[in-house]
């Protein structure tokens, strides 16, 4: 069981470019859940996924952020026109359970820089 | 408003002693707590979960605390290692289907040889 696969690893997009962030959750996992770590800050939630569905966005910003986990494939966290605030890292985490009752298992993050 | 606070902020620590970290939290409603260790450039891995009826729970030479009552959680890590360095971050859940979780912002742990 290879855990929760993120990728890339490291991503440099400059200002104005959209970037694709992926997850393939653990198998056996159908629900996945994005968050941001901003630097010194701790992790806030973004949204919450289930296979085609978006279960909770409320922590997504209005504009420019998108979210899918389709029926096969992983899941996408889409940003378009990023700006330099942007630039964080961003985790995703998977559980078997919405309820995640036996806690998530989270991916090693992607480090998007904006420049 | 929901939040977790902690502390100390960071930490230094020699090798082989003990230290405790804090968490203050303002959430509700309360599901359960965590404790997760971050290691530098990696994602968060979960070290316990408690509910609102247990007080303590341990994992090898880490025990982590609760007490719902003042809304206060400890973790307690023994003899330290220098693998024990990174990031400890305290996680209220909140009650209710959806369940977001609160994170604080971590306590960055040190150990020196």
């Known amino acids: 069981n290879a855990g929760v696969m993120q990728n890339p690893r490291h991503l440099v997009r400059r200002r104005g470019q959209e970037a694709r962030l992926r997850c393939s959750p653990m198998?056996?996992?159908?629900?996945v859940y994005w968050y941001r770590q901003l630097p010194e800050e701790g992790l806030k939630f973004m949204v919450y996924l289930q296979k085609e569905n978006i279960i909770d966005e409320s922590g997504m910003p209005k504009e420019r952020f998108s979210a899918e986990f389709p029926k096969e494939g992983p899941s996408i966290l889409r940003i378009q026109q990023v700006v330099r605030g942007d630039s964080a890292a961003y985790f995703c985490?998977?559980?078997?359970?919405?309820?995640?009752?036996?806690?998530?298992?989270f991916g090693s993050g992607t480090r998007l820089t904006v420049v | 408003k929901n939040q977790v606070e902690q502390s100390p902020q960071s930490l230094i620590i020699l090798e082989g002693k003990n230290c405790t970290l804090q968490?203050?939290?303002?959430?509700?409603?309360?599901?359960?707590l965590r404790w997760y260790k971050q290691d530098t450039g990696r994602g968060p891995v979960s070290l316990t979960i408690m509910t609102f009826s247990e007080n303590t729970k341990s994992n090898g030479r880490y025990t982590a605390t609760l007490d719902a009552d003042t809304k206060q959680s400890s973790l307690h890590i023994t003899a330290s290692q220098l693998s024990d360095s990174a990031s400890y971050i305290c996680?209220?859940?909140?009650?209710?289907?959806?369940?977001?979780?609160?994170f604080g912002k971590g306590t960055k742990l040190s150990v020196k040889p």
């Open positions: 198998k056996g996992h159908s629900h």
């Open positions: 968490c203050n939290y303002t959430v509700s409603p309360f599901s359960n």
């Open positions: 996680v209220v859940r909140l009650g209710g289907s959806q369940g977001n979780l609160i």
């Open positions: 985490a998977s559980s078997p359970l919405g309820t995640e009752v036996y806690g998530y298992t």
